[in-house]
């Protein structure tokens, strides 16, 4: 079972799983959204060691690191020591710099990813953010993250898209890595 934070996790690592012609259902993998980094010491709780003593993996973005990492530790991961990054990677854990929308937009390059809002229809709408006066001047790359994450849906509606944008030897390192430790869990 992988634990992301949200909806467009879930989606962006079931995309990179069709993509790379495999079954999450068929494998016994879920990938389950908890509503939020907030909640990972309830989801570990109930499906960890502790409950159903499920194998589990996680990905996260930086700024929930320590969320994740706190509750990891709680739950007794790590034998006692504290974890670092390296350490929830063993777990299976991974984190994304700064965000998952981060990870994609570095992988694909500006271009792609406008290629792809262009194709969902939501160009215009992105232009109209980079005229406002408190993102005009910004690195695309930050007008973009802001964007998808600016109508409720976005994120969840263009996470797929920029996947399958994705050249496969470009795909960001922490949604590459956590379906991998899944590869076969039960």
């Known amino acids: 079972m992988a634990l992301v934070e949200g909806e467009s996790d879930q989606l962006a690592l079931e995309a990179l799983a069709r993509r790379r012609g495999r079954d999450l259902s068929d494998e016994g993998v879920s990938v389950v959204p908890m509503g939020g980094s907030k909640n990972i010491a309830r989801f570990l709780a109930r499906y960890g060691p502790g409950g159903l003593d499920l194998r589990l993996a ?3 973005d930086a700024g929930e690191e320590g969320d994740f990492r706190r509750a990891l530790e709680r739950a007794g991961a790590g034998a006692g020591a504290e974890l670092d990054r390296l350490g929830m990677e063993r777990l299976g854990f991974f984190v ?3 965000d998952l929308e981060d990870e994609l937009i570095r992988a694909l390059g500006v271009d792609a ?3 792809v809002l262009a194709e969902m229809g ?6 109209t ?3 406002q006066p408190a ?5 695309e790359p930050d007008q973009l993250r802001r964007f ?6 976005r994120k969840s509606r263009a996470a797929p898209r920029l996947v399958d944008a994705l050249d496969p030897e470009r795909v960001p390192r922490p949604l590459d890595r956590v379906l991998e430790f899944v590869r076969g869990a039960t």
């Not at 939501?122 to 232009?127: N, R, S, V």
């Not at 993102?135 to 690195?139: D, E, H, L, Q, T």
């Open 113 to 115: 990813v406008k290629q």
């Open 122 to 127: 939501e160009l215009g709408p992105f232009l």
């Open 135 to 139: 993102w005009s001047g910004r690195p």
């Open 96 to 98: 994304c710099e700064a």
């Open 148 to 153: 998808l994450g600016t109508n409720s849906g």
């Open 58 to 60: 996680g990905l996260c």
């Open 129 to 131: 953010l980079q005229r």
